[in-house]
């Protein structure tokens, strides 16, 4: 019996333990916080324990190395200090390993590819694009391309200049998409290898609805559709490609019909089965909005949900897909909903995780 009871115990253990992994959350440091936070989030009960800190200047969006042990972050500085740092992590301490200047200001978004050891860096302030060679450790090696971006929008206020915003693998991580709010495009960047030197070509250019200002894009498993979150119109564009094409086939609004005011759409993610997207909108809306993904591929709103604080920022799912996590800028707050997965269904917890000016998220 007392044999039975210990594995019984041991098995509870282990369970409960595994169930909790860690969260990094990047902030602003102008107003009180360190840097970076580690968290144990609990993946059954949606609670979230801090864990540790680390300083860092400005780590306003970070990513996550496929194996783990490396997370990156940008400095998102508007002077010479901008730049991507790497942190390695044991699966207790995150530690600093090294860092190299963008060459451009106001970094704003890193992306790290799956298949080469590459990471990609969008400079907001300085429309450019910073590619970077990852060294066999994870570290930084050497930033290996600068990509300078030219134009503007029909927004004289927003879009008076080249504004890169983010860059996403593509699917199968041949080609890298970029985001370039102020000149309403999405350029598309094959990667070259020639032996163990790697840069991107520019291949194709996609316009965005004018005035929209692109800043993040989701795509489908098989990269047949993609879908762009324009800021500034709070507009999703999903595109369908068409052969070596990509086709827009239609436009849909973040917000409720009927709705005015100021928009401010921030983050895009697609659940882990395809079948829902979500996107945040910031302004005067402060909301999540659930959209289902129709098997033509089209979008249909489903639901608008309140975020329960103001300015989301980035959001992410818990890896189970149980938990959607929203980070609040203003509010300094990250509100925990729970996510019905086979609806898509949000249901705030009440859970509420305090911390200073959050931007980003990462599992």
Same mark, same amino acid.
């Given at each position: 019996?007392?044999?039975?009871?210990?594995?019984?115990?041991?098995?509870?253990?282990?369970?409960?333990?595994?169930?909790?992994?860690?969260?990094?959350?990047?902030?602003?440091?102008?107003?009180?916080?360190q840097g970076i936070y580690v968290y144990q989030f609990d993946q059954q009960s949606g609670a979230a324990t801090m864990y540790s800190s680390t300083v860092s200047e400005h780590p306003s969006f970070?990513?996550?190395?496929?194996? +783990?042990?490396?997370?990156?972050?940008?400095?998102?500085? #508007? !002077?010479?200090?901008?730049? =991507?740092?790497?942190? $390695?992590?044991?699966?207790?301490?995150?530690?600093?390993?090294?860092?190299?200047?963008?060459?451009?200001?106001?970094?704003?978004?890193?992306?790290?590819?799956?298949?080469?050891?590459?990471?990609?860096?969008?400079?907001?302030?300085?429309?450019?694009?910073?590619?970077?060679?990852?060294?066999?450790?994870?570290?930084?090696?050497?930033?290996?391309?600068?990509?300078?971006?030219?134009?503007?929008?029909?927004?004289?206020?927003?879009?008076?200049?080249?504004?890169?915003?983010?860059?996403?693998f593509s699917p199968d991580e041949r080609h890298v998409y970029v985001q370039n709010l102020g000149t309403d495009q999405v350029t598309i960047y094959r990667i070259e290898k020639e032996l163990d030197?790697?840069?991107?070509?520019?291949?194709?250019?996609?316009?965005?609805?004018?005035?929209? +200002?692109?800043?993040?894009?989701?795509?489908?498993?098989? #990269? !047949?559709?993609?879908?762009? =979150?324009?800021?500034? $119109?709070?507009?999703?564009?999903?595109?369908?490609?068409?052969?070596?094409?990509?086709?827009?086939?239609?436009?849909?609004?973040?917000?409720?019909?009927?709705?005015?005011?100021?928009?401010?759409?921030?983050?895009?993610?697609?659940?882990?089965?395809?079948?829902?997207?979500?996107?945040?909108?910031?302004?005067?809306?402060?909301?999540?909005?659930?959209?289902?993904?129709?098997?033509?591929?089209?979008?249909?709103?489903?639901?608008?949900?309140?975020?329960?604080?103001?300015?989301?920022?980035?959001?992410?799912?818990?890896?189970?897909?149980?938990?959607?996590?929203?980070?609040?800028?203003?509010?300094?707050?990250?509100?925990?909903?729970?996510?019905?997965?086979?609806?898509?269904?949000?249901?705030?917890?009440?859970?509420?995780?305090?911390?200073?000016?959050?931007?980003?998220?990462?599992?």
């Amino acid at each position: 019996m007392k044999i039975r009871m210990l594995f019984v115990l041991c098995f509870f253990v282990q369970y409960t333990v595994g169930q909790e992994i860690p969260m990094f959350v990047g902030t602003y440091t102008h107003a009180g916080s360190q840097g970076i936070y580690v968290y144990q989030f609990d993946q059954q009960s949606g609670a979230a324990t801090m864990y540790s800190s680390t300083v860092s200047e400005h780590p306003s969006f970070l990513a996550r190395s496929e194996n +783990g042990d490396m997370l990156y972050a940008v400095n998102q500085t #508007g !002077d010479s200090t901008a730049s =991507l740092s790497a942190f $390695t992590f044991d699966g207790d301490v995150l530690s600093f390993v090294d860092a190299i200047p963008t060459a451009g200001s106001s970094p704003c978004h890193v992306a790290v590819s799956k298949r080469y050891p590459l990471a990609v860096v969008s400079n907001y302030g300085g429309g450019s694009l910073s590619v970077y060679r990852l060294a066999e450790s994870g570290g930084l090696a050497e930033r290996i391309q600068l990509i300078q971006q030219e134009g503007s929008g029909p927004d004289k206020d927003r879009q008076e200049a080249s504004h890169v915003h983010s860059a996403f693998f593509s699917p199968d991580e041949r080609h890298v998409y970029v985001q370039n709010l102020g000149t309403d495009q999405v350029t598309i960047y094959r990667i070259e290898k020639e032996l163990d030197n790697y840069h991107l070509v520019e291949e194709d250019r996609i316009a965005t609805p004018p005035g929209g +200002g692109p800043r993040h894009l989701v795509f489908d498993e098989q #990269g !047949d559709n993609m879908y762009v =979150l324009l800021e500034m $119109t709070a507009v999703i564009a999903h595109y369908q490609r068409e052969g070596d094409n990509w086709i827009l086939a239609d436009t849909i609004s973040v917000n409720e019909d009927g709705f005015e005011g100021a928009n401010g759409a921030a983050e895009i993610k697609r659940s882990a089965d395809g079948k829902f997207i979500y996107a945040t909108n910031r302004g005067d809306a402060q909301t999540i909005t659930l959209f289902a993904v129709e098997e033509s591929g089209k979008l249909e709103r489903k639901k608008v949900y309140a975020t329960g604080g103001e300015g989301p920022r980035n959001f992410n799912l818990s890896p189970n897909g149980n938990f959607l996590l929203v980070a609040h800028q203003y509010t300094n707050n990250i509100t925990v909903f729970e996510r019905n997965a086979e609806t898509g269904e949000l249901r705030d917890t009440g859970k509420q995780i305090e911390v200073s000016t959050p931007v980003c998220i990462v599992f």
